[in-house]
């Protein structure tokens, strides 16, 4: 990448992040860091925030995809954070405040709703490969953040651009993980997120897949998804069975998540009968 594409990343970042175009002052987000931070200061750190945000944060919380079902809801802004991990509120916070300037437009919505999918659908696939959780929530964050430099790129192409800067989609497509790597630094998010994104070929672990290759593995699978079903993720899953009735499936979990972040519109579920289940016989 020469100079000038450089600077020209630069001029994109700085306009994006200015308070009067992100909704805060993105240097609050520092706080989250702190690993020593107190109950009061996170509880502080909401009102910097906004409503709105508080208000994404509290129901992606207190969905059934983060335990809103079995651990109860929180009530405060600190118990949401816990519940989320510092790392994950950040970057929800990031693509949040993206998001609301994402709406005017049907494209750059469209780009974060590919980003929230596949960071549901690379946790899935990372349990379903056997990774632990811990990995499986590293490989969730590094799909979150996949899309952000397209994401920022498209928006300043729509809002911000002058004669001197006009984008092209050929540019986007080049250098939009340049523009990602950025943002990653700029936020201090953990080095293994700029690991899993900047490495562009497929990595295998001795005689296994390894956890990196799971993250451009979901986005592809998400990508296709959206390119050949009208933008949206579509899932099969089996109706959960009468005694199971309280225990949502992992089909009702995402759903919910969805719908949490205002993305339900971006979403089908195909339900299929489950064998044995009452359903079945029902239809016998």
């Known amino acids: 990448m020469d100079n000038e594409v450089s600077a020209q990343i ?13 909704g805060f002052d993105p240097a609050i987000l520092s706080i989250l860091d702190n690993v020593e931070v107190s109950q009061q200061e996170i509880e502080n750190f909401k009102s910097r925030l906004g409503p709105n945000v508080c208000a994404f944060l ?47 437009c049907q494209k750059t919505e469209v780009i974060f709703a590919k980003n929230f999918a596949s960071s549901l659908v690379g946790k899935i696939m990372a349990h379903g490969m056997g990774f632990t959780e811990e990995e499986a929530r590293k490989v969730e964050l590094a799909c979150l953040l996949s899309g952000i430099g397209v994401l920022m790129m498209t928006l300043y192409r729509n809002h911000s651009s002058t004669g001197d800067l006009v984008l092209s989609d050929e540019f986007i497509e080049h250098y939009h993980i340049y523009l990602t790597d950025r943002m990653l630094q700029r936020f201090q998010l953990p080095d293994y997120i700029r690991e899993m994104l900047m490495f562009n ?68 579920v195909i339900t299929t009968p489950a064998i044995g289940s009452k359903y079945m016989h029902r239809n016998l």
């Open 201 to 268: 070929g497929f990595s295998l672990d001795r005689m296994d897949i390894s956890l990196q290759s799971v993250v451009p593995l979901a986005i592809a699978a998400v990508d296709w998804s959206f390119r050949t079903m009208n933008n949206k993720l579509v899932i099969r899953s089996q109706y959960t069975s009468m005694e199971d009735r309280l225990t949502p499936s992992l089909a009702g979990i995402i759903e919910e998540k969805f719908a949490a972040a205002g993305l339900k519109q971006y979403l089908i």
């Open 10 to 22: 630069e001029t994109i970042e700085l306009a994006m992040i200015k308070t009067s175009v992100f």
């Open 58 to 104: 509290f129901g992606i919380a207190n969905s059934a995809y983060h335990g809103g079902l079995k651990m109860g809801s929180v009530q405060h802004f600190y118990d949401a954070v816990n519940r989320l991990g510092m790392q994950y509120t950040k970057a929800l916070i990031v693509q949040f405040a993206l998001h609301s300037m994402a709406k005017e």
